[in-house]
């Protein structure tokens, strides 16, 4: 890579690992880049989850206050994360690039249809709650029941495979399934994703080739993103990041198609 080529991946890191931490779909941000430095579409996949695990922990210990007293749901949905993402990983190398090549327009552009709907998502959400009531409780009323952990099993398969957009569809599964705050839900998100990313990327590590130069960069920047986002996210305007996720992604899917 030239030196502005480098910058920019690192910056895409930085917005990525913020984007994830507030929201989700930060991979939206760095794949393309990547794609435009001239990596391939499967090591660019693989280098994008190593590089964006510092990202996503360091957003999830920003969210630590809000971890408290979560412990047992965490386990419960970590384990379905866990052998989530590890199936989706072992599906992005045993299935042939072509495929990844096929699919992932196609995923791109349904998680850019997750980033438009999501404001929707939450004030249905939000409606559903104020109707019960449940909007300010502290606790939780329900725990999902296996509706809920196979739903989020199946989310990570998508994340073990390709990233973008899991976290909007954590967020959506759990704000309709759990009785609890969204900045609590929010927290709980981060740490799913840490644990498809990371799990992902473990195996990624034996059984895949990384453009470590990519991963390098996109792990200094995640971290630095994942913390501000941590801090200062809930104050950015939703609508920008909607607005930078969805140019970022349309360029992605018109590049891979004319690839």
């Known amino acids: 890579m030239t030196i502005w080529e480098m910058l920019a991946v690192l910056f895409a890191g930085v917005w990525a690992g ?9 991979t939206l941000v760095t794949f393309p880049v990547l794609l435009a ?15 964006l695990v510092p990202g996503t922990l360091s957003g999830a210990l920003g969210y630590r206050a809000e971890l408290t007293g979560q412990r047992r749901r965490l386990l419960r ?3 379905a994360a866990l052998v989530g993402g590890l199936t989706g990983a072992v599906l992005l190398l045993v ?31 939000q409606r559903r709650r104020a109707r019960r009531g449940t909007d300010t409780a502290g606790g939780t009323a329900r725990d999902g029941g296996p509706v809920l952990v196979g739903a989020l099993l199946l989310a990570s398969v998508y994340g073990g495979y ?14 309709m399934l759990l009785d609890d705050r969204m900045q609590r839900l929010n927290a709980v998100k981060t740490v799913l994703a840490t644990i498809v990313n990371a799990v992902a990327a473990l195996f990624f590590v034996f059984a895949a080739h990384f453009d470590w ?11 630095l993103g994942g913390a501000l986002g941590a801090k200062i996210g809930r104050r950015l305007p939703p609508t ?20």
């Open 240 to 259: 920008a990041l909607r607005a930078v996720i969805l140019v970022v992604g349309t360029a992605a899917i018109v590049q891979l198609l004319l690839r």
């Open 37 to 51: 430095v001239g990596v391939p579409p499967v090591t660019a996949t693989v280098s994008n989850a190593l590089g």
């Open 95 to 125: 299935l042939p690039p072509t495929a990844f090549e096929t699919v992932v327009p196609v995923l791109v552009g349904i998680a850019l249809v997750l980033v438009v709907l999501q404001p929707r998502i939450a004030a249905h959400v």
């Open 18 to 26: 913020a984007i994830n931490t507030v929201v989700g779909s930060g």
């Open 213 to 223: 130069t990519a991963v390098g960069l996109i792990a200094a920047g995640s971290t």
């Open 77 to 79: 949905l970590g384990a």
């Open 162 to 175: 390709f990233t973008a957009a899991q976290g909007i569809l954590y967020l959506s599964l759990m704000g």
